[in-house]
């Protein structure tokens, strides 16, 4: 039977469908990925299921007594919890089972009259304590931190103190810890280096209960998934067995779709041909009239259409620097105190370079420093005098209740709305989308607004951080073609190895 099923699920944000009759059903222990390219409503289907949104016609049903944890692209904690203290409140009433447990023993080591009873109800919450493993819980946080890359020392930071990447790892990793009955994530990869990525697969093959993610990362999908759901042009069609197998059979079925909508458009027009040469003859006009009634209650198949629109990124040149367009020497970065030694390094005119290490090691922090939002706390840095420096921000501050045609218009209050609309067209933000607000905008629709302005500026030196999460595989393509094809010089922090591969001339690794 279902743990979860959802029935005609219709839903549109005013201007068009973006669900119109889908449906989607979960059985205990599926491992299942919802697919689709940017803007096709996965989020948005996310957000039905788990009650953020209603939708406008279908049913969702919950089996009683199933619990779920989401993890979506836009979490709020309190953040000033430590990480460690986030952490171990998944467990929290356990430990207050053991307080109580305590408790009793130390009222009924008084020898009082009632002390057997006292005994007893110690005795069955250590028990309790025993089924759920309590003892071990240490070695359990211990597994899951340590596979998503935190150190000891980020243990003991506020959430608000950690770096992004930071930050989206523990929502995850208290997630895992949480096991409920379906785990429900959306993007889990993201911010996840290769190694990282490899333990969330293997820890998630072998979980025994439910899940639903989305990704863009099709390694991940194939080593983790199931059951794969594709949602396309508002409906969705579940494949069972590996992402392989939905892959070759998706193939299959859309040259199927795309065979029957022209059988019968070839029907159709054979149809209207014989009853407008016959509704006027007195001979055959009674059969002309049934094969017009028989055509007014045929249900008429979609065209099948290329999926989303065209992408394309260029990022306009402005003139050449010197030899070295960055000079880094003896330079120490961080808040309070240095996260790294000291850094000293030349950044070639013209080369593409890739920052590696571990979330938190610094590698935002360093462009951040380097573009004087973050002092430093000793060395220098210059620029070439030469240098137009463009800044892509994975987790820039944005009013989520502005459209991505007002985001634009506020950048440059001089463009006309139809070259405000031809810039977000350009990136595969469509017109209906363009005038919704962020706040009912995918993560990929969101990365391809922000990376737009990069797109108007002339620049010799881009500095990326991030600019691949959220993106399906059409915009990535896009994104690494505009890079590879601009003269200037870029500096990319990305943990999707597969996008940066080919592309750089050499890594920087902080550690």
Known sequence: MAILEASNIYFDYGDKPLLSGADLKINPGEHCALVGINGSGKSTMLQLLIGERRPDKGTITWEPHVTYTYLDQHLTVNMDLKAEEYFYGVYSHLFKKEKEMERLYEEASSGEEGYEKLLARAERLGNELLEADFYALQAKVGNVVDGLGFRKEDLEKPLRLLSPGMREKAFLSKMLLEEKDVLIMDEPTNFLDPTQVSYLAQYLKSYPKAFLLISHDEGFLKEVCDVVFYLRAGKITRYKGTFEHYLAQKEIDLAQAEKDYLAQQRYIKKEEAFIAAHIVRATSARAAKSRRARLEHLERLDAPSKEGGEVSFRFPFSKDTGRNVLTVENLEIGYNSPLLSPISLEIPSGSKVALLGHNGVGKTTFLKTILSQIPALSGSFMFHVNADILYFEQQANINMSLSPFDY?????????????????????????????????????????????????????????????????????????????????????????????DGLIDFEITFS
């Open 408 to 500: 634009l218009r506020d950048l440059y209050p001089d463009y006309d709305n139809t070259k405000i609309r031809s810039i977000l067209a350009s990136v595969g933000i469509k017109k209906e989308t363009a005038m919704r607000k962020f706040s009912e905008l995918s993560g990929g629709e969101i990365a391809k607004t922000k990376l737009a302005p990069l797109t108007q500026e002339k620049s010799n030196l881009l500095l990326l951080d991030e600019p691949t999460n959220h993106l399906d595989q059409k915009a990535k393509d896009a994104l690494f073609e505009a890079i590879e094809a601009y003269p200037g010089t870029v500096i990319l922090v990305c943990h999707e190895k597969d996008f940066s």
